[in-house]
């Protein structure tokens, strides 16, 4: 079992930038692929970012591509986080982190075996 915990939404103008963090807790969180998707309000949720379990393979989705960029510390317990930059409205969501036992369950199959409870990001015009 993964207990996953989001942090540092909010609100931000256009342009800016905000940093996401996913403390994971459980078992042999490292163990995990991790990643972010975005649900906007009346759409279906989205895939945003993943990464491999030892950091060395990342996706973004095309919309995102350049400017978020997701990254993981496995030291003690496992930390996932999204840099957003150059943030556009079209950004507002709730983004929810996610686990998987594996990688492409995220990237192919774009769903998790985990989620967090979900985190929201206002980016005004």
């Known amino acids: 079992q993964v207990q996953l915990v989001e942090s540092g939404g909010g609100f931000v103008q256009a342009g800016g930038s905000l940093r996401l963090s996913c403390a994971a807790s459980?078992?042999?969180?490292?163990?995990?692929?991790m990643g972010w998707f975005r649900q906007a309000p009346g759409k279906e949720r989205d895939f945003v970012a993943a990464?491999?379990?030892?950091?060395?393979?990342?996706?973004y989705a095309d919309s995102v591509k350049g400017r978020f960029t997701i990254s993981r510390d496995n030291a003690e317990s496992t930390t996932v986080y999204l840099e957003m930059n150059t943030l556009k409205p079209e950004d507002t969501a709730v983004y929810f982190c996610a686990a998987a036992t594996i990688y492409s369950t995220i990237v192919v199959v774009r769903t998790a075996n985990y989620w967090g409870q979900g985190i929201q990001v206002t980016v005004s015009s």
């Open positions: 459980g078992r042999t969180t490292w163990n995990y692929a």
């Open positions: 990464i491999s379990r030892n950091g060395d393979q990342s996706d």
